[in-house]
C-alpha cells in the first residue's frame, strides 16, 4: 500500500480506504470493509449491504444518493425486510408517479447503464420525501 501524504510530506501511516455499517443506538459496528487497492468508498458500501440485518432501516449519505446504489439497496433490503433511507444528489432525475397525502411523492428514477452514459438500464419506483433542514441565523 502507499502511503498517505500530509503537508510536511510522506506521512507514517498507509493510507487504508475502510467503510462501516453501525448501529444507530450505540454505535457498535455490525459489519467493516477495508479497501482494496483503488476500491472506492460507495464500492465498500455496496459490499456491506449484504450484511444488513432483518429488520433494520438503512440510513446512507449523500455519496450513496444515486440511483445505482438505490437500486441495490432496494434488492438487498426487500428479501430482509428492511428499509433504507438515502440523502440524494441534487441532480438526481425523478419523474413524478403520485403525489401522497403527507407531502412526499411516489417517483421513478432512472438506472443508468455502467460506461454507457445515457442509456437507461430500468426504472425504479421511490418514495421521495423532501426536508429543509436549517438552523436560526443559517442557510437552510
Do not use: Y
Not at 453501525?22 to 460507495?42: K, M, Q, T, V, Y
Not at 455496496?46 to 437500486?71: D, K, S, W
Amino acid at each position: 500500500m502507499r502511503k498517505a501524504r500530509s503537508r510536511r510530506g510522506r506521512a507514517a501511516l498507509a493510507k487504508l480506504p475502510t467503510s462501516v455499517l453501525l448501529g444507530i443506538g450505540l454505535h457498535n459496528p455490525i459489519a467493516a470493509a477495508a479497501g482494496r487497492h483503488g476500491e472506492s468508498e460507495w464500492a465498500m458500501g455496496l459490499r456491506l449491504l449484504v450484511q444488513l440485518p432483518t429488520g433494520a432501516l438503512l440510513l446512507a449519505a449523500r455519496l450513496c444518493g444515486c440511483a445505482a446504489f438505490a437500486e441495490q439497496a432496494l434488492a438487498t433490503c426487500s428479501p430482509v425486510h428492511s428499509h433504507f433511507v438515502l440523502r440524494a444528489r441534487c441532480d438526481l432525475i425523478a419523474q413524478l408517479v403520485k403525489r401522497l397525502p403527507d407531502g412526499g411523492r411516489l417517483v421513478h428514477v432512472p438506472v443508468r447503464e455502467k460506461g454507457a452514459g445515457r442509456r437507461i438500464r430500468r426504472w425504479i419506483e421511490l418514495r421521495e420525501i423532501r426536508v429543509r433542514v436549517g438552523r436560526n441565523g443559517h442557510r437552510p
